[in-house]
C-alpha cells in the first residue's frame, strides 16, 4: 500500500533555507505535493511535480524528486517567520486519485 | 466567499452522542472528500464522493456515515461517539481529472469527546 514519511521536526535561523524531506514507497505515483498547515487552520497546496520531472522552482521553493529512490524534498530559500508552520508532503496514484499524506515537518523558524 | 466551509468548527459532546459535521463547496468540484486530522497531526482519509457516488471507503467505523445530497455538499454522521473520535475532522474537494489532483480543504471541525 501507499506510505509516505517525513521527518517530525526541523528548526531553522531566519534567512537560512529549509530543506524539508520526504520518503514515499507507491512506484505507480504520479504526482508529489507539498502542502502547508498553518496553526487552526486547513492545508494549502504549495506545489507539486509530476513524477518524471525532477526539479521543480517557485519562487523560494525548490522541489527536488528522485524517483529512483523515492526521495521528495522541499528546499525554502530565505526562511521567514511566517513561514513556520506544518508542510505535509502527498502524493497520488492508483486508482481514484486517492491523496495519501505524510505524518507532517513541524518548520519552527528562530528570529 | 469562502470555498469550502465546515460547520461547526467546534464540536465538544458526551460519550455515546450522535452529532453532524456539514461541508459545502463553491467551487464547481466534483469530488469531496473527508479527512481525520489525530492529536499527531496525522492525516488519515475517510471517505471521498464523486459526484453523489462514494468513490473510496476506508477502514472507518460503521458508526460513520457521510451522505452526500448533491455534488457541492458533503455531510458526516458520527452515531455513539467514542473518546477515541475526538480529532480535527477536515473537508476538501477537487476537481481530479488527468492532471495533479489539488486538494482545496476547510478550515477543519475539531470535535471533543468527554
Known amino acids: 500500500g501507499e506510505d509516505v514519511e517525513q521527518s517530525l521536526f526541523l528548526s531553522v535561523r531566519e534567512g537560512d533555507s529549509s530543506v524539508i524531506n520526504c520518503t514515499y514507497t507507491d512506484s505507480s505515483s504520479t504526482y508529489l505535493y507539498w502542502y502547508k498547515q498553518e496553526p487552526g487552520a486547513g492545508l494549502q497546496l504549495l506545489t507539486y511535480?509530476?513524477?518524471?520531472?525532477d526539479m521543480k522552482q517557485d519562487q523560494r521553493l525548490t522541489v527536488l524528486l528522485n524517483k529512483k529512490d523515492k526521495h521528495l524534498s522541499l528546499r525554502i530559500a530565505d526562511t521567514q517567520t511566517g513561514d513556520s508552520a506544518i508542510y505535509f508532503c502527498?502524493?497520488?496514484?492508483?486508482?481514484?486519485?486517492?491523496?495519501?499524506f505524510g505524518i507532517g515537518t513541524k518548520l519552527q523558524v528562530i528570529p | 466567499d469562502t470555498a469550502v466551509s465546515q460547520t461547526p468548527k467546534y464540536l465538544v459532546t458526551q460519550m455515546g452522542n450522535d452529532k453532524s459535521i456539514k461541508c459545502e463547496q463553491n467551487?464547481?468540484?466534483?469530488?469531496m472528500y473527508w479527512y481525520k486530522q489525530d492529536s499527531k497531526k496525522f492525516l488519515k482519509i475517510m471517505f471521498s464522493y464523486n459526484n453523489k457516488e462514494l468513490i473510496i471507503n476506508e477502514t472507518v467505523p460503521n458508526r460513520f456515515s457521510p451522505k452526500s445530497p448533491d455534488k457541492a455538499h458533503l455531510n458526516l454522521h458520527i452515531n455513539s461517539l467514542e473518546l477515541g473520535d475526538s480529532a480535527v475532522y477536515f473537508c476538501a474537494s477537487s476537481l481530479p481529472g488527468s492532471g495533479a489532483n489539488v486538494l482545496t480543504f476547510g478550515a477543519g471541525s475539531r470535535l471533543t469527546v468527554l
Open positions: 467551487l464547481g468540484h466534483d469530488t
Open positions: 511535480i509530476f513524477s518524471n520531472m
Open positions: 502527498a502524493e497520488t496514484g492508483g486508482g481514484y486519485q486517492k491523496v495519501t
